[in-house]
């Protein structure tokens, strides 16, 4: 598609249509697919039929906000993945335009219980307000692409989680998590149930966290919609980190090579298991914010907390799904041409490996790098995002102060 001008939308006849109010519009930069913007997406989903979601330029998002780290392909691959969205509109104004809103036959505007300003300072969402089509949700607390870039940059590892199931128990934000997790494991209407969530537990914490280990215990998290009857059962694993292009095309090629038939189930890594293998403050998001990355992955069926970095004999065939068919992964590239967590795989004749594709370097690894490699402009992004706030918060209180005043004088 060729990049139109500001102001301007791909003139498409078959998109031109009347607005619908069962079609919702949202739109973002969507710079990296965290489970933030994921819940953003499923509670705009819940307010209608169909979502649409616009995406803005690299170049205005540059003017606006500062540098992305994730190309505008890879951002529209993310958000094409993400279940409850319909469609992916790419060049989105920075500035949600009325016009552009309604060629793509969306009535309402969706967004997050903050303002979002230009570079001028002013309201992205002002015309929307204004024609009383601009509906709001919750932001999701505790997780944006700032706080990620901040680990990044930081190198804290104070997010890492020792074990999902006591964060669960815990009586702080246990049952806040795992309502999350239900959430997250809706169909495609975010209404009703989709994915199974499952979570395993080694026998023992004595063996070695690369050493092949029989023994362990699945635990029901969420039920879902399992397997249908004789349906091919098939398995992927790994940290899926920084959720990205890199890890959505391998699950996408999964699919394709299964005819889009197979139920497939993602095994997550552990905290201390991806940190053993790559160390550093890796993995950038803990195993909870992962598994909602992964959840939210229109290619995936079922997800597995906790699962072994050596899916071994014993544990694939425990899987409470079925039998497992095919075992598929990709390129691997920290992992030592000495060690293969895949030999009980092979042994059972069902390894199947995913070919490189256009986006096969693109792993947490990669995304680090671009920050570090930009460090300085990002940390300014950093420092712009810090200086808006304080004026986006205040915009935010004399709007909630004005919609307070105008309720009371509707009572009186």
Not at 199 to 221: P, V
Request: with cysteine.
């Amino acid at each position: 598609m060729d990049v139109p001008k500001p102001g301007e939308w791909p003139v498409d006849p078959q998109e031109d249509q009347e607005p619908r109010k069962d079609r919702i519009w949202v739109d973002g930069c969507f710079d990296f697919a965290h489970h933030g913007h994921a819940g953003a997406l499923r509670q705009a989903r819940q307010l209608g039929k169909e979502l649409y979601v616009g995406l803005h330029s690299d170049e205005e998002i540059l003017v606006n906000k500062g540098p992305t780290v994730m190309t505008l392909n890879e951002r529209v691959a993310a958000v094409d993945a993400c279940r409850w969205a319909t469609k992916s509109i790419p060049y989105a104004p920075y500035v949600t335009s009325l016009p552009w809103i309604s060629h793509y036959g969306c009535w309402y505007v969706v967004h997050g219980d903050d303002i979002t300003s230009d570079a001028g300072g002013e309201d992205c969402y002002r015309f929307v307000k204004a024609a009383g089509r601009f509906l709001v949700v919750k932001r999701t607390a505790g997780i944006s692409t700032t706080d990620l870039v901040g680990r990044m940059l930081l190198c804290t590892k104070t997010h890492f989680i020792r074990s999902l199931m006591d964060e669960l128990k815990s009586n702080d934000d246990g049952a806040e998590k795992l309502q999350k997790i239900k959430e997250y494991a809706t169909d495609e209407t975010a209404l009703n149930p989709g994915c199974e969530v499952w979570n395993w537990a080694q026998a023992s914490h004595d063996k070695s966290l690369h050493e092949t280990i029989d023994a362990g215990t699945f635990s029901n998290i969420v039920s879902g919609n399992g397997p249908k009857p004789g349906q091919r059962i098939v398995y992927v694993d790994g940290g899926f980190d920084l959720f990205s292009s890199g890890h959505i095309e391998f699950l996408k090629r999964v699919n394709e090579a299964e005819k889009g038939e197979a139920y497939v189930v993602a095994g997550v890594h552990n905290d201390d298991v991806i940190n053993h293998w790559k160390g550093f403050n890796y993995p950038i998001m803990n195993i909870f914010e992962r598994g909602l990355c992964v959840l939210q992955c229109k290619y995936i069926h079922a997800v597995v907390f906790g699962a072994p970095f050596v899916p071994s004999i014993p544990y694939l065939e425990s899987i409470p799904f079925g039998k497992v068919d095919a075992v598929y992964h990709g390129p691997t590239s920290y992992l030592t041409s000495s060690f293969d967590p895949y030999t009980d795989a092979k042994k059972m004749g069902i390894l199947r490996q995913i070919e490189a594709h256009p986006y096969a370097h693109v792993n947490a690894e990669e995304i680090v790098g671009r920050i570090l490699k930009g460090r300085e402009a990002f940390e300014e992004r950093q420092r712009r995002k810090g200086q808006k706030a304080i004026g986006e918060e205040a915009a935010r209180e004399k709007e909630l102060l004005e919609q307070r005043q105008s309720e009371a004088g509707v009572n009186q």
